[in-house]
């Protein structure tokens, strides 16, 4: 581990009383209310009753056990096999269960700033404490460093030239399947086979072990759920988005055209540039491209960006991408959505600006190599 000077640890001092007193404030309604969901999905997967556990009425009546008087439901739209692996959860009172999964996930937040620090140097200690969806998802009672801890793990193996294991890491993140759409594209367009074998055969596994758990009758309700349109109100308003939803919310613009032409224009931009990437840009263009596609994405589930973030800062030659992301690492993109609409956008369009950087330095490189060539 590399010497951290006393500066730096003063500045990481500091951003974390900052950030634990933002945490104190939300994590009463987060032991509420998001970290619900996931001790329900735990306590009926524990119970074995896996062909209701997307049930919408047997979730309610179990989360009104937990608190009476729940006015709605929180549902659990998480996939079976990880209902499985949080079933350790429900063996604890509901209290001292939300202790330790607020306990756990910090302690999984300090192990990937121990991994930055040691590959990065102290620099990256304060990058990361600046990042505002990390804490923010903790203080929501959310799952999103877990993506983190993954998209690392995934990111070291390929640098360990374990390509197959490097693989089936980020397959075990399709527990939030929607933030990694791009990646099956990535691997084949760089024709990494045995990275995409291990994410395909991990990912085989994790959806016949959920068709085993949940039978036909419990795989019906689950895609209803994913549908279900009645749920639409859980959700914050579209302007808060990070995703293009965001975007084109803060513009005012509901055109079923104009969202499929943005995200139509960012994966051919993204195939486009992905070819030739190398595995530092790969991995940035690939989670920021994920993102930015797709549907209900929330300002915690930007944590795993903070990869990109430190690999694009400490690894780009560009002095615009670097500033960008350097930008994006701070609370400003995020804090302006307390502004409301419109200025809420620059969220959204910041992490398109810092794609669309990302991606130019692949076509420089490009265009330079062919001057060489000839």
């Given at each position: 581990?590399?010497?951290?000077?006393?500066?730096v640890w003063?500045?990481?001092?500091?951003l974390?009383?900052c950030?634990?007193?933002?945490?104190?404030l939300?994590?009463?309604g987060?032991?509420a209310?998001?970290?619900?969901?996931?001790?329900?999905?735990?306590?009926l997967?524990l119970?074995?009753?896996?062909?209701?556990?997307?049930?919408v009425?047997?979730q309610?009546?179990r989360e009104?056990?937990i608190?009476p008087?729940?006015?709605?439901?929180?549902?659990?739209v998480?996939p079976p096999?990880?209902?499985?692996?949080?079933?350790p959860?429900?063996?604890?009172p509901?209290?001292t269960?939300?202790?330790c999964?607020?306990?756990?996930?910090?302690l999984l937040?300090c192990?990937?700033?121990?991994?930055?620090?040691?590959?990065f140097?102290?620099?990256?200690?304060?990058f990361g404490?600046?990042?505002?969806?990390?804490?923010?998802g903790?203080?929501?009672?959310?799952?999103?460093?877990?993506m983190?801890?993954?998209?690392?793990?995934?990111?070291?193996?390929?640098?360990?030239?374990k390509p197959?294991?490097?693989?089936a890491?980020?397959?075990?993140?399709?527990?939030?399947?929607h933030?990694?759409?791009?990646?099956?594209?990535?691997?084949l367009?760089?024709r990494?086979?045995?990275?995409?074998?291990?994410?395909?055969?991990?990912?085989a596994?994790?959806?016949?072990?959920?068709?085993?758990?949940?039978?036909?009758r419990?795989?019906?309700?689950?895609v209803a759920?994913?549908?279900?349109?009645?749920?639409?109100?859980?959700?914050p308003s579209p302007q808060?988005?990070?995703?293009?939803q965001?975007?084109?919310a803060n513009?005012?613009i509901q055109?079923?055209?104009?969202?499929?032409?943005?995200?139509a224009?960012?994966v051919l931009?993204?195939?486009?540039?992905?070819r030739?990437?190398?595995?530092?840009?790969?991995?940035?263009?690939?989670?920021?491209?994920?993102l930015f596609?797709?549907?209900?994405?929330?300002?915690?589930?930007?944590?795993?960006?903070?990869?990109?973030?430190?690999?694009?800062?400490f690894?780009?030659?560009?002095?615009a991408t670097?500033?960008?992301?350097?930008?994006f690492?701070?609370?400003?993109?995020?804090?302006?959505a307390l502004?409301?609409k419109?200025?809420?956008?620059?969220a959204?369009?910041?992490?398109?600006?810092?794609?669309?950087?990302?991606?130019?330095?692949t076509i420089?490189?490009?265009?330079t190599?062919?001057?060489?060539?000839?």
């Open positions: 581990m590399p010497r951290v000077p006393l500066f003063l500045v990481v001092a500091g974390a009383v950030w634990i007193g933002l945490g104190s939300m994590l009463p987060a032991r209310g998001d970290f619900l969901n996931l001790y329900t999905g735990a306590r997967a119970e074995g009753n896996f062909a209701d556990l997307h049930n009425d047997v309610l009546e009104r056990r608190l008087g729940l006015p709605a439901l929180l549902p659990f998480r096999f990880y209902a499985l692996l949080l079933a959860l429900a063996m604890l509901y209290g269960a939300f202790i999964w607020i306990t756990v996930q910090v937040l192990g990937c700033m121990a991994w930055a620090l040691k590959r140097g102290p620099d990256a200690l304060v404490m600046l990042y505002l969806p990390p804490p923010l903790i203080a929501s009672g959310q799952d999103c460093v877990e983190l801890v993954l998209f690392i793990l995934a990111y070291e193996l390929t640098q360990r030239h197959f294991t490097a693989g890491a980020l397959a075990v993140m399709l527990f939030k399947f933030l990694i759409l791009l990646w099956p594209l990535a691997l367009v760089q990494r086979w045995r990275m995409l074998g291990g994410f395909c055969a991990m990912a596994g994790e959806i016949g072990l959920s068709l085993w758990l949940s039978g036909m419990g795989t019906t309700t689950y759920l994913l549908r279900n349109k009645s749920l639409d109100h859980l959700a808060l988005m990070i995703s293009y965001g975007m084109l513009l005012d055109a079923p055209w104009a969202v499929y032409a943005l995200i224009a960012v931009i993204f195939l486009w540039v992905a030739t990437a190398p595995l530092w840009r790969l991995f940035a263009l690939t989670a920021l491209a994920s596609i797709a549907p209900h994405v929330y300002a915690y589930d930007g944590t795993l960006l903070l990869l990109p973030i430190w690999l694009i800062i690894t780009s030659v560009q002095p670097r500033i960008a992301a350097t930008l690492s701070t609370p400003m993109p995020f804090g302006f502004a409301g419109p200025y809420a956008i620059v959204s369009a910041s992490m398109l600006a810092l794609l669309l950087l990302v991606a130019s330095e420089q490189e490009r265009r190599q062919t001057l060489h060539s000839s």
